[in-house]
């Protein structure tokens, strides 16, 4: 699921907790939004580590790139 929904259905959940004095639905309300926030932490990572390796292939492809230029 969408973090973003995830959290939203979490935020939905607590509230209905909240209102009807339902604990366990409170308390699952709350753990899907810190779901939701542990997603978006682990998302933004695997960009950055994306990131990261699209840098290291282009500097190494520069690399390889220059290399057969001085052997022509």
Do not use: F
């Not at 907790?17 to 899907?32: H, P, R, S, V, Y």
């Not at 997603?39 to 790139?65: F, L, Q």
Request: charged fraction near 30%; charge should be negative; proline fraction near 1%.
């Amino acid at each position: 699921m969408d973090p973003k929904l995830e959290d939203a259905a979490g935020r939905v959940k607590e509230a209905a907790g909240t209102i009807t004095g339902n604990d366990a639905l409170k308390a699952e309300g709350a753990a899907d939004q810190a779901s939701a926030q542990a997603h978006e932490v682990i998302n933004a990572a695997a960009d950055k580590a994306k990131s990261v390796v699209e840098g290291v292939t282009n500097a190494a492809e520069g690399a390889i790139d220059a290399a057969r230029d001085k052997l022509s």
